[in-house]
């Protein structure tokens, strides 16, 4: 059996998933103007608004108590170098560059975090958090199989992008940090 996180520790991880997924909104949404192509600007900005499908549903699971962090003070970076992934992500370049690196790096880490948490959460006391998580996971395979569409028609990418945003995320424990557990 599992043992749950205690309210501070879920609270912070939930923060955390919202800040990657906000600030991915913004990034994407800021890029998609600058595409090389109509079709590569359009899955950037229906990838940005899947950002901020998460994060809203992420924002509803922070707790609302006397005594605990507000939602404002609960999203917060996991790491600077969480910051400049995303940022290195939707770098000037080819289309096909970003959303190469958008989907085996960032997308390829939210998952893994996603379904790890997942698989630690304890029945009843996680249920909320249990299908949030099946929700963001649902969403986030869906855009890559979209991005995997598109890219394939934009032809293979030309830079090591991927590479380097994998690396910053990898420096970072990940796309949302490491676990903080207190235990």
Do not use: W
Not at 73 to 101: F, K, N, S, W
Request: charge should be negative; charged fraction near 25%.
């Amino acid at each position: 059996m599992t043992t749950p996180l205690s309210i501070e520790e879920s609270a912070d991880l939930i923060g955390r998933y919202r800040y990657v997924e906000l600030l991915a909104f913004n990034l994407l949404g800021e890029r998609a103007p600058s595409c090389d192509t109509p079709k590569g600007a359009l899955f950037l900005a229906s990838a940005s608004r899947a950002h901020a499908y998460r994060a809203q549903l992420f924002e509803e699971l922070l707790p609302v108590s006397l005594g605990l962090p507000s939602a404002k003070d609960l999203t917060r970076t996991p790491d600077p170098l969480v910051d400049e992934a995303l940022r290195c992500c939707v770098a000037e370049g080819r289309d096909v560059d970003v959303i190469d690196a958008l989907i085996s790096a960032v997308y390829k880490s939210a998952l893994i975090a996603y379904e790890g948490r997942l698989s630690q959460c304890a029945g009843p006391a996680d249920r909320a958090l249990s299908r949030t998580l099946r929700r963001a996971i649902g969403d986030v395979e869906v855009i890559c199989g979209q991005g995997r569409e598109l890219g394939a028609r934009l032809g293979a990418p030309t830079s090591d992008r991927a590479e380097s945003v994998e690396t910053l995320l990898s420096r970072a424990g990940g796309l949302f940090g490491p676990s903080r557990r207190s235990v």
